[in-house]
């Protein structure tokens, strides 16, 4: 699946917004990427996450185990788990931090890869992986369906992403006067209270 296929399917979906929002970082930025909106439709879904399976298997080879971070990684972990027939789960915020939790272990000799709806700051991807390392098995990499940052944002893993955008994203202090004048929208999940 090309770039242009993955973002046709992001448009198609509605799920490529336009305007001013205020991103689960906190930053600000005039497109928001609705992941919600193409996760809703299995079809779709299965198509985007076989494409990133592909691109996973081509990278990192066998996979045993794929790790999400929740709420927004789920689906997409879960699907891309089944197109590599590994083990899907996923890490839960427990005392602020990520933890595996509800039983979920990683065994020893174990192939990792974390799973990532969209990078922007690769801040839920770090904490991810953090809590990956306090468990036997090797992180062989992440992965993302869409890396907003065009490259940049460092997740200490090599990043196997189906679309690179570079599209910027603003510090509260530095909104731009064109983007300041529109009404802010904060459609993120990052702030949901369990």
Same mark, same amino acid.
């Given at each position: ?26 930053? *600000? ?53 089944? *197109? ?30 974390? #799973?990532?709806?969209? #990078? ?15 468990? $036997? ?22 990043? #196997? ?10 510090? $509260? ?13 904060? $459609? ?7």
């Amino acid at each position: 699946m090309t770039q242009n296929e993955v973002l046709e399917e992001f448009r198609s979906a509605g799920a490529l917004l336009e305007g001013h929002f205020i991103l689960s970082s906190g930053l *600000h930025s005039p497109v928001f990427l609705q992941k919600m909106f193409v996760f809703q439709d299995p079809a779709r879904t299965e198509r985007v996450c076989r494409a990133l399976a592909e691109k996973i298997r081509e990278r990192f080879g066998a996979v045993d185990y794929v790790v999400s971070p929740a709420v927004g990684g789920i689906v997409p972990g879960y699907e891309t788990a089944r *197109h590599l027939g590994a083990k899907a789960i996923f890490v839960e915020r427990e005392n602020g931090a990520f933890a595996l939790r509800r039983g979920f272990a990683i065994p020893e000799n174990a192939r990792v890869v974390m #799973v990532e709806d969209i #990078v922007t700051t690769g801040l839920s991807s770090r904490e991810c992986l953090a809590a990956l390392r306090e468990h $036997p098995g090797m992180i062989l990499g992440a992965a993302c369906l869409i890396d907003r940052s065009g490259g940049k944002a460092d997740l200490g893993v090599p990043l #196997v992403s189906l679309v690179q955008l570079d599209i910027p994203a603003y510090a $509260p202090d530095q909104i731009p006067a064109e983007l300041a004048a529109l009404p802010a929208i904060k $459609p993120g999940s990052r702030s949901l209270k369990s």
